[in-house]
């Protein structure tokens, strides 16, 4: 699966896919993950990627013509399946988005900046809008990294333990239970016995039963 990230500030995206499991995701060829600097399609001799918007107002907005120019090169090399507009004005982020994007081929991720971009842009090209939340950020590259790394983790063989991306919080319909490691106690603070135990069922029993509480004490809207 490949990503190709357009963004006036590819600097931004080096350290997020460069560590841990996005980098050894991309090192057993898994996923391809490629950055484009968008002021590389500009025509403009100042290589201004942005304008003042028609109907004034502040802010600047971004231009049709570089992620045009850069959109159309992608798309003449391959075939891609979405081209998605980080934007908080999209659908939130969850885990079905995630695993729905997870089956897909390749995908080009669109960051914005400033005021926005030029709308024919969204109308044109994009396919999806997603946002992370409800806050805004200075720009689309935080949140393609997100959307990008909750996608790649979920593809076959990027997690050492095939069955661990499935037990995540949100995969099910409950959330984690507690998770403990050695020393047994700390500061007069024990871990559960039953965990000590070695009797798996009784493990999984209060696995669940955890699992359960912390659900419905936090996200009581995630039980149907
Ligand atoms: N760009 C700025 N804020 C954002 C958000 N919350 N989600 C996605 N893209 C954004």
Redesign the pocket.
């Known amino acids: 699966m490949r990503f190709d990230i357009i963004t006036v500030l590819p600097e931004l995206l080096d350290s997020p896919f460069a560590h841990s499991i996005l980098k050894r995701a991309q090192k057993k060829g898994l996923t391809e993950i490629v950055v484009h600097n968008l002021r590389d399609y500009s025509t403009n001799k100042h290589k201004s990627v942005d304008d003042y918007p028609y109907g004034g107002g502040s802010g600047m907005v971004m231009t049709i013509e570089p992620f045009a120019a850069c959109i159309e090169k992608l798309k003449a090399e391959r075939n891609y399946e979405e081209v998605i ?4 004005d ?1 659908e939130t ?1 969850s885990q079905s988005i995630a695993n729905e994007l997870s089956v897909k081929g390749n995908i080009i991720i669109l ?2 900046h400033y005021k926005g971009i030029d709308q024919r842009i969204r109308d044109l090209f994009v396919s999806r809008e ?11 590259e ?3 990294a997100v959307l990008v790394d909750a996608v790649v983790r979920l593809l076959p063989g990027v997690l050492s333990d095939e069955t661990s991306a499935l037990s995540d919080s949100f995969q099910g319909e409950l959330l984690d239970a507690p998770v403990y490691t050695r020393p047994a106690v700390w500061r007069g603070l024990e871990v559960p016995q039953v965990l000590l135990s070695g009797n798996q069922a009784k493990i999984d029993e209060w696995r669940y039963d955890q699992a359960l509480e912390r659900t419905k004490s936090r996200r009581p809207d995630l039980l149907k």
């Open positions: 507009f980080m934007t908080p999209g982020l960051c914005g997603i946002s992370i939340g409800d806050y805004v950020l200075s720009g689309g935080l949140p393609a």
